[in-house]
Nanobody
C-alpha cells in the first residue's frame, strides 16, 4: 500500500507564493509520474502540473510561468512552487502518483492524497 501526504496549503494574498509538498511512503521502490491536480467548488478536478521520474514536465496553460513542479526521486516527494497567485487559483490541491513500482515487483496506478486547501484572497 502507498500513502501520499500533502502539506503547505493555506491562505495567501493575491500575488503571493506558496509551496506544496507531497511525500509518498509505503511499500514502493519508485514512482513514474507524480502530479498536482486541483478542484474548485462546483468545478471538475483538473491537472495543474505533472512530472515524470526523468524530469519531463507538463503544465496547465493557466499556471504556465507562475507554477513550477519538481521532485526528489530519492525521497519520493513532489513539490509545487506557486508564485503570483490569483484568486482563481483557490481550490483543494491533490497530489497524484501513477506507475508505482512496489516491493512485490508489480506496478500500481492512480494513488491520491487527501488534498490541501489553497485560498487566495485579500
Amino acid at each position: 500500500q502507498v500513502q501520499l501526504v500533502e502539506s503547505g496549503g493555506g491562505l495567501v494574498q493575491p500575488g503571493g507564493s506558496l509551496r506544496l509538498s507531497c511525500a509518498a511512503s509505503g511499500s514502493l521502490f519508485s514512482i513514474n509520474a507524480m502530479g498536482w491536480y486541483r478542484q474548485a467548488p462546483g468545478k471538475q478536478r483538473e491537472l495543474v502540473a505533472a512530472i515524470t521520474s526523468g524530469g519531463s514536465t507538463n503544465y496547465a496553460d493557466s499556471v504556465k510561468g507562475r507554477f513550477t513542479i519538481s521532485r526528489d526521486n530519492a525521497k519520493n516527494t513532489v513539490y509545487l512552487q506557486m508564485n503570483s497567485l490569483k484568486p482563481e487559483d483557490t481550490a483543494v490541491y491533490y497530489c497524484n502518483a501513477d506507475g508505482v513500482l512496489t516491493i512485490t515487483g508489480t506496478y500500481e496506478y492512480d494513488y491520491w492524497g487527501q488534498g490541501t486547501q489553497v485560498t487566495v484572497s485579500s
